[in-house]
């Protein structure tokens, strides 16, 4: 029998052929943790007694969930996690102004490759499947891995999704993976590895890939990948100069399910409070009032999508009643941006740009709500004050995102597109 | 360790949140890892009564993904202050992990077990084998056992003495 990519993966990493459901000890390529785990991870360390890392080498931290200090106790939080990365020699430390989100700029800089082994602490990693890595969050047992170089794990099964059609007008990869978290359900989901692949996938850029990997996590998925093709090569060419060996699952692997998925006949989609499974299509809540709206986050703070937004908000003005905050996800959007004129266009519409990096997602500490607002975004979550006050979250794609803002209730972003045409 | 508990029966049904029904969520904001100031509060907001009912030894059979949510720990240690086992339909992944780090018995998919018991049973289950025997009906059920590697996470007590473990053997 065959094996998937991540069974191809794992196998190449614990150096023998591995299945689905073994347990194995597998050591990563790279080990990833952000700003405000630091501190903790070290606090742990200190309690098994272990001074030097495993290899500080492979270890990534960047500064992305609070990149700038907004008050003393983090100020010190981040003199604290200087501190700490020093310590400990680490070498690839990205401080606030030096890369952006921790689950992105890797990828910008040519530092994830197809076929690649990621261990991290924080669970959207799994960005890093966009151009065919294999990334999983570990959590707390991060620290487990710094200290020893590994932990445990189950070879996960594989759900393949073949893509096929185009996205609609409108829609963006966004609406999509919403609608594939609610159509395929958590329990066919549970610890496996959602694997992308299909003739549908050409027409999808590495920004929107970014995007297919992370929402699947939010149901419980382990990880997320697409399988490389030319989109992914030709995107790394100029990115890294490694030798790159596209892994691909194998016509007779063994996949817990095939789903065949038809990206024409997704129109935009919601995701109501408080779970981003609570998937419907957007008329169910068109004209509900908003008081807040921002676009960013690991699952939509690509340069695409800050173009779809700045799609709509062209010659058009946020609604008096909403405030809109723009977050690029990483230092190289937000100079892109600058340079192609989204930002132009954002600052002319009245929104508030933010500082690279998770933006209001990041538990409201920037931007958040106030109790009883309602906020439409395109974070990763809307549990109850994921912005930090109570209120309704409603998640969805940065056209729907802008649009709503311009009009200050939920509106469908086809309505503007077809203006535009006329 | 003995991987053999016999006790009463305590059945819950399906999608028990790990953040509320298991365990209060301030517990999980607190950070609170204490077995014993947790075990008070377990599933104390299903049943107030349920931490003072339960002695060492009995079983906690519930249905699907049990522990879904947000995968914190505390439920799993509360479980834990208890010395109680578990036996469960299925455990969504992150809990799967804090199960076996809070150093908890259990068993788990085991599909169909909440359809064999009734809270009150007597139970006795060998967690090492995954042989649970109802003995109030007189029904011996096979499930499949933990992985051996995994149980040796259990029987040390969990996560944090793994680790210990494990150091004292790479630099011993």
């Known amino acids: ?422 | 360790m003995n991987w053999i508990y016999r006790g009463r029966c305590w059945k819950f049904g399906d999608n028990l949140g790990i953040d509320g029904a298991i365990m209060p969520l301030r517990f999980a904001l607190s950070r609170e890892t204490d077995p014993i100031v947790l075990r008070d509060f377990l599933m104390s907001e299903v049943d107030p009564e349920f931490p003072k009912k339960v002695n060492p030894g009995d079983i906690i059979v519930a249905g699907r993904r049990f522990g879904q949510g947000n995968p914190h720990i505390q439920g799993f240690l509360g479980i834990r202050g208890h010395r109680l086992g578990l036996v469960a339909e299925s455990i969504p992944r992150g809990s799967f992990r804090n199960v076996i780090n809070a150093g908890v018995p259990f068993l788990a998919p085991c599909l169909g077990v909440t359809s064999t018991c009734e809270t009150g049973d007597d139970l006795e289950v060998d967690f090492s084998t995954g042989l649970m025997r109802n003995i109030t009906r007189a029904q011996e059920h096979q499930f499949t056992p933990v992985e051996p590697e995994l149980r040796d996470i259990i029987a040390v007590g969990g996560w944090k003495e793994h680790v210990k473990q494990r150091l004292a053997q790479s630099t011993g």
Not at chain 1, 14 to 30: C, D, Q, S, T, Y
Not at chain 1, 320 to 330: E, F, N
Not at chain 1, 335 to 350: D, H, Q, S, V
Not at chain 1, 390 to 397: E, F
Request: glycine share 10%.
């Open chain 1, 1 to 422: 029998m065959g094996q998937t990519v991540t069974e191809k993966i794992l196998s190449r990493v614990v150096g023998r052929r591995v299945m689905a459901g073994e347990i194995i000890h597998p050591v990563p390529e790279l080990v990833t943790c952000h700003d405000w785990y630091v501190v903790n991870f070290d606090k742990a360390l200190e309690e098994f007694g272990v001074t030097k890392l495993f290899d500080p080498s492979r270890v990534l931290i960047s500064t992305d969930h609070e990149p700038v200090a907004v008050t003393p106790q983090s100020s010190e939080r981040q003199k604290k996690v200087r501190e700490i990365v020093a310590k400990y020699g680490i070498t690839q430390f990205y401080d606030v102004g030096r890369g952006g989100l921790g689950h992105m700029f890797p990828i910008e800089m040519g530092l994830i490759r197809p076929g690649m082994f990621v261990e991290a602490y924080d669970t959207h990693v799994t960005n890093y499947g966009a151009v065919g890595a294999l990334a999983i969050a570990f959590v707390v047992e991060v620290s487990e891995i710094l200290a020893l170089g590994s932990v445990w794990m189950r070879v996960p099964e594989t759900v393949r999704v073949n893509l096929d059609g185009k996205l609609q007008r409108g829609t963006s990869t966004r609406d999509v993976a919403q609608k594939l978290i609610a159509d395929l359900g958590d329990e066919l989901i549970d610890y496996s590895v959602v694997e992308f692949g299909g003739p549908g996938l050409a027409g999808i850029d590495i920004s929107g890939r970014h995007t297919l990997c992370n929402i699947p996590l939010e149901i419980g998925a382990k990880s997320a990948l697409v399988e490389p093709d030319e989109v992914t090569l030709a995107y790394l060419a100029s990115r890294t100069k490694e030798p790159i060996t596209p892994v691909k699952s194998d016509s007779d692997a063994n996949f817990r399910e095939v789903v065949e998925y038809d990206l024409s006949a997704i129109g935009p989609q919601v995701a109501m409070p408080p779970t981003p499974d609570n998937v419907h299509p957007i008329d169910r809540v068109l004209g509900t009032p908003i008081q807040h709206a921002f676009i960013g986050s690991c699952a939509s703070g690509n340069l695409r999508d800050l173009a779809d937004a700045a799609g709509i908000l062209k010659n058009r003005r946020v609604h008096p009643g909403v405030r809109l905050y723009v977050t690029p996800a990483t230092q190289e959007v937000a100079r892109e941006a600058a340079r192609t004129g989204l930002l132009e266009i954002f600052l002319a519409a009245g929104a508030t740009m933010t500082q690279a990096g998770c933006g209001p997602c990041a538990g409201g500490r920037i931007g958040g709500m106030a109790e009883g607002e309602t906020s439409i975004n395109t974070g990763t979550r809307n549990d109850v004050r994921r912005l930090g006050a109570s209120g309704d979250i409603y998640l969805a794609s940065p056209l729907t995102v802008a649009a709503s803002a311009v009009t200050g209730q939920i509106t469908d972003p086809r309505s503007m597109l077809q203006e535009a045409v006329s």
